[in-house]
C-alpha cells in the first residue's frame, strides 16, 4: 500500500492564479481530510469529508473548495490565490471518524507570490 | 474550533533524560487523543494515541497519560536518544469525533 499520496510536492502560484492539490489515499479509508500547517503552528483543519459525496467545512475553509467523487480521492482547489494560502498543505485519512487514527500524505509545499 | 493548548514550545534535554510535554483541551466531548512526530519537512507520524476510557497507555520509551477531570495530558519519553529530536504535536478529537484539534507542537532538542 501506498497509502495516502499527496501531488505536487512543492508549487509557487501568482497572486490569482488557482490550482488544485491531489490527495488520493489505497487504504479504503471512508474519511479524508485537508489541513493546512503554517510555521510555528499546528495543524489547521480546512474541508473533510465522511465518505464520497459528503464534504463539510473545517475551521478555515475560506478561499478553498472540496469534492469527494470516489473513495479514493480528495482534491483540494484553490480558486484565486492569495499571499495568506502560502503554506504547506497535508490530506489525511482515517477508516472512520470515530477514534481512529489519521495518517497522513508527505505534503504540499505552496507559495503564493 | 476548541483550543487544544501545549507547552513547552521547546525542549532540550541531555541524551537519557526524560522529557515531558503537556497539554491541554476545552471541549469536554473529545474522546481521542493522539500524538504526532514530525520530522523536518516531513509528514506527521502517529507515535502513540489514547482513547477517554483509558488513563495511561506505554509503548516501550513513550507512554501518554490522560486527566479527562482535569482536561490534561501529558507525553513521556524515557532515555531520550538524539533521533528522537522532532517537533512533537498533540490532538484532541472535536466534539463531532471527526477530525482533530492540534496543539501548536513542541520542538525537541535530544543533545549527545
Known amino acids: 500500500n501506498a497509502g495516502v499520496t499527496q501531488t505536487p510536492k512543492f508549487r509557487i502560484l501568482k497572486i490569482g492564479q488557482s490550482m488544485t492539490l491531489q490527495c488520493t489515499q489505497d487504504?479504503?479509508?471512508?474519511?479524508m481530510y485537508w489541513y493546512r500547517q503554517d510555521p510555528g503552528m499546528g495543524l489547521k483543519l480546512i474541508y473533510y469529508?465522511?465518505?464520497?459525496?459528503?464534504?463539510d467545512k473545517g475551521e478555515v475553509p475560506n478561499g478553498y473548495n472540496v469534492s469527494r467523487s470516489t473513495t479514493e480521492d480528495f482534491p483540494l482547489r484553490l480558486e484565486l490565490a492569495a499571499p495568506s494560502q502560502t503554506s504547506v498543505y497535508f490530506c489525511a485519512s482515517s477508516l472512520t471518524g470515530d477514534n481512529q487514527p489519521q495518517h497522513f500524505g508527505d505534503g504540499t509545499r505552496l507559495s503564493i507570490l | 474550533g476548541e483550543n487544544v493548548e501545549q507547552h513547552p514550545s521547546t525542549l532540550s534535554v541531555q541524551e537519557g533524560d526524560s522529557a515531558v510535554i503537556k497539554c491541554t483541551y476545552s471541549d469536554s466531548a473529545s474522546n481521542y487523543f493522539p500524538w504526532y512526530k514530525q520530522e523536518l519537512g516531513k509528514r506527521p507520524q502517529l507515535i502513540i494515541d489514547i482513547r477517554s476510557n483509558v488513563g495511561e497507555k506505554k509503548d516501550q520509551r513513550i507512554a501518554v497519560t490522560l486527566n479527562k477531570t482535569a482536561k490534561h495530558f501529558s507525553l513521556h519519553i524515557t532515555e531520550t536518544q538524539p533521533e528522537d529530536s522532532a517537533v512533537y504535536f498533540c490532538?484532541?478529537?472535536?466534539?463531532?469525533?471527526?477530525?482533530?484539534?492540534f496543539g501548536k507542537g513542541t520542538s525537541l532538542l535530544v543533545t549527545p
Open positions: 469529508s465522511v465518505g464520497a459525496g459528503i464534504t
Open positions: 487504504m479504503n479509508h471512508n474519511y
Open positions: 490532538a484532541a478529537s472535536m466534539g463531532s469525533g471527526y477530525a482533530l484539534n
